[in-house]
Structures are given as C-alpha cells and as structure tokens.
C-alpha cells in the first residue's frame, strides 16, 4: 500500500478472498443486498461469498435496514453460503458474534468489546457489527446464509448508535489478512460443529 493511499477494507477483503476462499465468490461495488444473493443462489453444492463495497438494501435483524457507513472504505459488508445437512439453532447467530469477538481480540486486543443477545457486537456503547443469520431449507436440502456487516474505521452517519471498531491509522493490510484468517478458521470450525 501506498503511503498516502487510503486503507480499503473492500479491496483488502477482496485481495485475500480471490486467493483463500474455496468456493464461488462474487464481488461487488454495488449491490442490493449481499444476503439477498445468497438468497436467489440456492440451491448450491459449494460455499458462496459474496462482498459488496455498498449495499443499496441492506437489512439486519427484524427487517431493519442496514446504513452504508460515511466512509465506504471503512466497513466490511459480506455474506457467507454454506450447503450444510442441517438446519442450525436459534443459538448460532450469538455464538457467531462470540467468535467474531475472539477473531477482533486475538488481532488488536480490544478492550470493552461485548456481545449484545443476538446478534450484536458493541464496542462500549456502540454497535460496530451485526449478523444476519438465516436458513433456507427445501427438502433435505439446506443453505446457512451469514451476512455480517463490520464497521472497521467508518460508521454511518445517521444511526446515532453506530460506531467503528478502530482508528483508520490502526488498521494494517497484514493485520487486515490475519483477521479474515483467524475469523474464516473459527466461523468454519463453529459451522462444522453444528452441521455434521
């Protein structure tokens, strides 16, 4: 990276996807909705990505939309597609944001970072991700569709309860690589545990 260029979660994310991901990826400066995507791909044998610079229709829990942060830059928007044998429990979603929590923490070790029930994770008193976990089932076939969205360095403008995770002099592309590392390894362990 260049000194004076600006650090791009999107194309970090997008760098190391092309080169670790074992599956389909797809990639976008902008879309509707990343689990929408997911959505419309089922039935699939493969594990999907999908990434998206912007979203244009993104959405949490309970339909509520999600807010594109001021700088696009700063946010990782992202959804995984797992074909799995089973549907997961009501449980995962938390779980998930456990594990989203131990990837942050083993990289920048950031302290007053929680887990809000059931989905959430705040940093202090604000929010700097959410998961949106959802199954589509037809048969005994079944599609695990994790969208997160992660404010890294940026938060949207609007929502008075955002936040971001880090300062934008903070974020490194090597320490960017660690972390996807770390989180695929743990997200993947969590989604063996329950779908075998």
Request: aromatic content about 14%; hydrophobic content about 35%.
């Amino acid at each position: 990276m260049f000194k004076d260029q600006e650090p791009s979660i999107f194309e970090w994310s997008q760098k190391f996807y092309l080169h670790n991901w074992k599956g389909k990826f797809y990639s976008f400066l902008e879309t509707t909705s990343t689990n929408d995507l997911a959505k419309e791909s089922f039935p699939e044998t493969v594990p999907l990505l999908f990434l998206a610079k912007r979203q244009t229709k993104g959405r949490g829990q309970y339909g509520r939309t999600w807010q594109n942060p001021i700088n696009e830059n700063g946010a990782l928007l992202i959804t995984y597609s797992y074909p799995v044998k089973k549907p997961v429990p009501p449980q995962f979603s938390l779980e998930m944001s456990q594990i989203l929590r131990e990837a942050i923490q083993r990289i920048w070790n950031i302290s007053h970072l929680t887990v809000k029930s059931p989905n959430d994770l705040y940093l202090n008193t604000s929010k700097v991700a959410g998961f949106l976990c959802e199954m589509i089932s037809q048969g005994d076939r079944h599609q695990l569709i994790i969208g997160l969205g992660l404010n890294v360095f940026s938060a949207p403008k609007d929502v008075p309860v955002a936040g971001y995770l880090l300062s934008i002099n903070d974020v490194t592309e090597d320490d960017w690589y660690l972390f996807l590392k770390t989180w695929d390894h743990l997200r993947e362990e969590l989604i063996i545990k329950y779908s075998s």
